[in-house]
């Protein structure tokens, strides 16, 4: 066994000592997430169920009727792309709890309300940690850079150099090389996946994703420019389009300030063609304009319409007039989130998530037959500026371009420096 592979061996273990708890625990909540809409049919269908026909009611009369049964300021209206199923508004309380409110559009009649999110929304933010508080995105940024490190490094230490070791199926039957086996060829026909799934969900982080989109907006290449005399402004999280998707996220129009007519504006939008279903955003601030948002939609799909409260179309704003940076990045989260090419899609990534716990598993099963007692079992650093060179050539490119990867590396360089030289001295 050479040193540089003894080296990068050693990285490889540490990175999945460090990654792989969070990426199983990511693994499973984005495998139950590809299944976002089934799980949001499922828990609304005893209240968002209704007899199909036609929409009767004016759209003005479902906010009245949302209202009405949960007092409040109405933040949004999702209109379904079924006839069976209800209008959704989503009702602000003056406590800032928002509910959603069923609405069937034959009569407006209020069918029943939901708390936002349900198990879906739990799920997501499970997913980015931010159920345990907003300073933990900063934990997931890490992660996704070391799981892009766990696939580089995996790939060195896959490269076949045995004959007797799995390369692209499993040889051994039983014991350590089984797991082993497992193990290499699991990430040789996943790792391309994980490595995709780790770098696509990069746009979401407080530092790289904040970064690269301001960098991508002001080199042209991200959102579309401002229409002519129209202010477009960097607006709080609660104010952004929404649904309008990652390179429109931060971003808001103006427009003349007065009470929303949502039968005017659902009148335009239908004019426009939007496609179903579309969320309609209902400003906080008077003078922001509202928006039309298409959802559950493919990257090329991907549309927003400004409108004045009044119902007037402001703009259009369209896939094709992203910049080819905003495109590649609609287009990596769709396919992140398996919506970009239908069931197919969908499965590959649920795939993806199961190889990362086959992984996992394999791996604690070859440690724990190769365990020292009493110690922690990390391959042995080898000694030598080119075996360094080796783990560094891999890494340091990921570092560079993930500033929080990097900062992490430092200080797992520091432990493991201490760790050496703690245990040298005690064996002397």
């Not at 079992?377 to 075996?387: C, E, H, I």
Request: proline share 7%.
């Amino acid at each position: 066994m050479s040193g540089a592979y003894r080296a990068v061996w050693r990285w490889h273990f540490y990175a999945g000592l460090l990654v792989l708890p969070f990426l199983m625990l990511m693994a499973l909540t984005g495998g139950i997430y590809l299944f976002k809409a089934e799980i949001d049919d499922l828990q609304t269908r005893s209240v968002a169920a209704i007899p199909p026909g036609a929409a009767t009611s004016r759209p003005a009369d479902w906010i009245a009727a949302a209202t009405a049964a949960v007092p409040g300021r109405a933040a949004t209206v999702l209109v379904p792309d079924r006839p069976d199923r209800a209008v959704q508004v989503t009702v602000e309380r003056p406590d800032g709890v928002r509910r959603v409110v069923f609405v069937d559009p034959a009569d407006a009649r209020v069918t029943g309300d939901r708390a936002v999110g349900g198990v879906s929304e739990t799920v997501k933010r499970i997913h980015s940690l931010a159920i345990a508080g907003p300073g933990m995105n900063l934990i997931v940024e890490i992660v996704a850079g070391w799981a892009m490190i766990l696939v580089a490094t995996g790939v060195f230490l896959w490269w076949p150099r045995r004959h007797d070791a799995g390369v692209v199926t499993v040889k051994a039957r039983a014991g350590r090389p089984f797991w082993r086996d497992l193990h290499a060829v699991t990430g040789l026909y996943a790792g391309g996946v994980i490595f995709f799934l780790a770098f696509t969900g990069m746009p979401w982080s407080a530092v790289w994703g904040d970064g690269f989109l301001t960098l991508v907006n002001q080199a042209g290449l991200g959102r579309p420019p401002a229409p002519a005399a129209q202010d477009w402004l960097h607006a709080e999280h609660d104010d952004a389009p929404p649904d309008a998707g990652w390179a429109l996220g931060s971003t808001t129009l103006h427009a003349a300030p007065g009470p929303v007519d949502l039968t005017a504006v659902v009148a335009s939008v239908e004019t426009a063609g939007l496609a179903r279903p579309y969320l309609i955003g209902v400003p906080a601030s008077p003078d922001r304009a509202v928006t039309a948002a298409v959802e559950n939609r493919a990257a090329e799909d991907a549309r927003v319409i400004y409108l004045t409260p009044g119902g007037r179309v402001l703009t259009d704003v369209k896939a094709d007039q992203f910049g080819v940076g905003a495109r590649a990045f609609e287009w990596g989260i769709a396919v992140h989130e398996g919506r970009q090419y239908g069931r197919i899609n969908r499965w590959i990534m649920l795939a993806a998530c199961v190889a990362v716990w086959v992984l996992a598993i394999s791996a604690l099963m070859m440690w724990w037959r190769r365990r020292p007692n009493g110690r922690l079992g990390a391959p042995t650093a080898p000694p030598g500026p080119r075996v360094r060179a080796a783990v560094l050539g891999i890494v340091i490119p990921f570092c560079v371009i993930y500033p929080l990867t990097g900062l992490s590396l430092l200080v797992a360089l520091v432990a493991d420096r201490l760790w050496t030289l703690t245990r040298r001295r005690a064996s002397t």
